[in-house]
């Protein structure tokens, strides 16, 4: 799968699950602040850095993914594939 059509896939299947993804500067001026999950107002939300290349992304929302329970949620077999591989390939890229 190519590494753009793999990060919408993602991107989907998060907000299908109910987590929205904001993308913003995580730069406080002394360092970065790490990318993550938290909840705003009872709502799920990534926080995505907007400085975070493709595969770092990716390899995020993997992360991300991997704490949420996918059981009951369509997910097409190359992306659940994906999440279920041990390691994180993309991580390096």
Do not use: N
């Not at 009872?42 to 929302?61: C, F, H, N, Q, T």
């Not at 077999?77 to 390691?87: H, Y």
């Amino acid at each position: 799968m190519k590494t753009e059509v793999l990060y919408q896939h993602l991107e989907d299947l998060l907000e299908r699950v109910g987590i929205s993804i904001v993308y913003d500067d995580l730069c406080d001026g002394q360092g970065r602040a790490a990318s993550g999950l938290c909840r705003v107002k009872g709502r799920r939300v990534y926080i995505m850095d907007r400085a975070k290349d493709l595969p770092e992304r990716i390899s995020l929302l993997k992360q991300c993914l991997s704490e949420v329970d996918l059981d009951e949620v369509y997910v097409l077999p190359a992306l659940r594939e994906f999440l279920e591989e041990e390691g994180d390939p993309w991580k390096d890229r």
